[in-house]
């Protein structure tokens, strides 16, 4: 891949957005895992690294988090908290 940039221009944030999304869809493809960048505020980005291991903690933490606040539900509803929440 080659990336080549005029010196004298400047660039908007949504150009310099472009560029970066296609330079991540280039490594993306060379290795194992994925890069993606996530909004922040206006013209501000967060350039995060997910792989299979980071994704398969995540997905527990959010089964987690369900399970808790349906237990705080059903405890709420009933007085009684189930035993595997």
Do not use: C, H
């Not at 221009?9 to 560029?19: F, L, N, P, R």
């Not at 970066?20 to 909004?39: A, M």
């Not at 527990?60 to 189930?82: C, F, M, V």
Request: proline fraction near 1%; glycine fraction near 6%; aromatic fraction near 12%.
């Amino acid at each position: 891949m080659v990336l080549i940039l005029d010196d004298d221009k400047s660039y908007t944030y949504k150009e310099v957005y472009g560029i970066i999304n296609r330079v991540l869809s280039f490594v993306n493809n060379q290795v194992e895992g994925e890069f993606s960048l996530k909004y922040l505020r206006r013209g501000n980005w967060l350039l995060a690294f997910d792989n299979e291991k980071s994704l398969v903690r995540k997905a527990r933490e959010d089964s987690q988090k369900q399970l808790k606040k349906t237990a705080d539900y059903i405890q709420a509803l009933t007085g009684n908290r189930p035993t595997w929440g």
